[in-house]
């Protein structure tokens, strides 16, 4: 489908309640900057008030418990609006990606195969919708038990802004597969990015109700999703802190949640590893969003012997990244999210500094014609950082890097599990059975042997300790949207059971 060029801004994002759209009952918006040029508004959206959340879940709680349109039992329906979603998702990938660029500030040479990634993601997940087998056997009584999967209800989902489609996709997909019905508050920084996806979703013929959109205020929207009886699960993506405090409260209402969260993620080099495929590996993860990613490559843990060789590849590919706007084609790294995003990651390259650690290459804020209205920041790396400080500690989430040294492989696997948190990790070394003895050994959800964030749907993403609960992606992002229950039936057609005499004298 042809498209222009151009978008017309700023963007709008209303709320999706119940098959409408339609404005905030406030009356308000918010507006959201363009990262590259704060002169400008990328987005204007509708803010969603307390009674708009709970409008949209009893929209959905009723499109459930109702079975709109044969919604949970009809798996046909369903796969075909997956499928069909993924085909608008392809159609349209021109503008969706330059809406995501827009709003998140992600070079275009990456903003491009995250729609693809999203459109995967339906596709997959269309193909799983008409293959929830249960189980079944026969007791030696005749009895029988069917173990049914079923749906788990309404799903709550609060989204993240660093990379809009992928993660919704990867939320909504499997939760419409399994037959549930959706809330999604969609990360103030991209609503109209989350709401181009739902406005196509919405296209395939999906019945009211089933898929419901409300912009807003974590503190309103994201809290009446959370508190709300009527949502049977929380899924959310997000910042560690919050996501304790959202498990906190499901916990309260024994409600099912899952979570994605932060990350530290070690990337080990052994000595014998190729520098050079090992140091290119390390640079897509290191500054890909400009590091604005839970599983970037945020910590490298380099061999003392290849350490000079190896970093020195590193800071030379570094300095060839080119950091400007996100439209242009060639830039490779594009501006930090937001002013409060820049500050944080202004103060730990401070923090670095005044600690004593060793400035490779970056360290400052961007300036002149193409920088002085963004938020960019250069890409940066620290040197012999002590890995109990903060640096080595904390999720910075921008293109900060610590590299830390180590002299074999015991040392490695503890600095690789010395932090918080388990998202992700990466090794590298031309011993194979070594490679995967350390990868075992790595408590981390994804642990890459010889690459970097390579995050096929056909396999999970999710992490161990304080990364969060649950799998998204693959048959497990799946189960996250499911119950197994059993169904039970007599077969010995007898009135007076044997064990019933535990109880009735006849």
């Given amino acids: 489908m042809a498209e222009s060029n151009e978008l017309v801004t700023p963007l709008y994002c209303p709320l999706i309640v119940n098959g409408e759209e339609g404005k905030a009952s406030s009356g308000k918006t918010f507006a959201r900057e363009n990262p590259a040029d ?78 693809a990634a999203s459109a995967d993601i339906f596709e997959f997940y269309a193909g799983l919708a008409g293959k929830l087998y249960g189980e079944s056997f026969t007791l030696p009584t005749g009895s029988m038990i069917n173990l049914v999967k079923e749906p788990v209800g309404v799903v709550g ?17 499997p939760a419409l597969a399994a037959g549930c019905t959706i809330v999604i508050k969609p990360a103030s920084y991209t609503p109209a990015a989350t709401y181009e996806l739902v406005k ?11 898929l419901n959109l409300v912009p807003g205020p974590g503190t309103v929207v994201g809290a009446e999703i959370i508190a709300n009886k009527k949502v049977d699960k929380i899924s959310f993506t997000g910042e560690t802190g919050t996501g304790k405090q959202i498990g906190a409260q499901a916990g309260m209402e024994v409600k099912r949640v899952s979570l994605e969260l932060g990350g530290k993620a070690p990337y080990v080099i052994f000595d014998d590893a190729d520098v050079d495929a090992a140091a290119r590996a390390a640079i897509f993860g290191m500054f890909r969003n400009a590091g604005q990613a839970c599983g970037a490559t945020t910590r490298l843990l380099v061999q003392e012997g290849i350490h000079e060789r190896f970093l020195a590849r590193v800071v030379d590919l570094t300095r060839k990244i080119e950091v400007g706007h996100p439209s242009n084609r060639s830039t490779d790294m594009g501006p930090l999210i937001s002013s409060n995003q820049e500050k944080v990651v202004q103060e730990f390259i401070q923090y670095g500094v005044d600690q004593g650690f060793k400035l490779l290459t970056g360290g400052h804020k961007l300036s002149g014609d193409a920088y002085d209205h963004g938020y960019y920041v250069e890409p940066t790396i620290f040197d012999r950082v002590d890995n109990s400080s903060r640096l080595g500690q904390e999720e910075i989430f921008g293109p900060v890097v610590a590299v830390t040294t180590f002299r074999d492989e015991a040392e490695a696997i503890a600095l690789a599990n010395d932090v918080d948190f388990g998202l992700v990790a990466g090794v590298w070394s031309a011993d194979y059975p070594r490679a995967m003895r350390v990868a075992r050994r790595i408590r981390a959800g994804t642990v890459w042997i010889w690459d970097n964030y390579a995050q096929p749907v056909e396999g999970i993403w999710g992490g161990y300790k304080q ?40």
Avoid: C
């Fill in 38 to 115: 704060v002169r400008r508004i990328a987005t204007h959206a509708e803010q969603g008030t307390q009674a708009d959340a709970r409008a949209a879940i009893d929209a959905a709680r009723t499109a459930f418990d109702s079975n709109v349109g044969n919604w949970i039992y009809n798996y046909k329906l369903r796969e075909q609006a997956l499928f069909r979603t993924a085909q608008l998702i392809r159609e349209h990938a021109d503008r969706l990606a330059r809406v995501v660029s827009l709003e998140v500030g992600m070079p275009m040479r990456q903003a491009v195969p995250h729609i």
């Fill in 157 to 173: 989902m609060i989204t993240p802004w660093n990379f809009p489609l992928t993660q919704t996709a990867r939320k909504v997909a």
């Fill in 200 to 210: 196509l979703i919405q296209q395939t013929g999906l019945p009211k109700g089933v």
């Fill in 467 to 506: 990364s969060g609960m649950g799998r998204e992606l693959g048959y497990h992002g799946l189960n996250d949207f499911l119950e197994v229950k059993q169904i039970f039936t007599d077969g010995t057609g007898l009135a007076m059971k044997p064990p019933y005499a535990q109880v009735i004298k006849d």
